[in-house]
């Protein structure tokens, strides 16, 4: 079972995440003017002194599952990560969960760091790397 999770360092994550909103989405982007999905929760997670993995979502994905952070989807709380996929192994967008349905995210071309619902996808997973 994995954590509870850490108070301080999802507060300090979503303050960070919160911060960039409205900057634009620019594919491998990492700040501080233009960030991608990916891009914008390893600075979050790396502001709260929380290493996620490198700067792609695979990567991320696999960093929180060889540490044993994956929770369920019903289980998640703020501050956990939520990967989108076509399968397994091959997971594309990434978000922070702040709760009540809501994420942040740097969702795609043409678009700007914001709050915006959950949506799903048979792939999804979540991660709590705050535990």
């Not at 982007?29 to 233009?34: D, H, I, L, R, Y």
């Not at 929770?71 to 990434?94: E, R, T």
Request: net charge positive; charged share 10%.
């Amino acid at each position: 079972m994995v954590a509870p999770p850490n108070g301080n360092v999802v507060q300090t994550a979503i303050a960070f995440a919160r911060s960039q909103l409205g900057k634009p989405y620019v594919l491998g982007g990492a700040g501080p003017n233009t960030w991608d999905c990916s891009g914008l929760t390893m600075k979050a997670y790396a502001y709260a002194g929380v290493y996620i993995g490198a700067h792609s979502v695979n990567d991320q994905y696999y960093t929180a599952r060889n540490k044993g952070q994956l929770v369920s989807y019903g289980a998640k709380q703020a501050g956990d990560l939520i990967f989108w996929g076509s399968g397994p192994g091959d997971f594309y967008h990434v978000g922070i969960y702040i709760g009540n349905g809501q994420m942040i995210a740097a969702p795609t071309e043409g678009d700007v760091v914001k709050v915006q619902s959950v949506w799903g996808s048979p792939w999804s997973q979540v991660a709590r790397p705050s535990a």
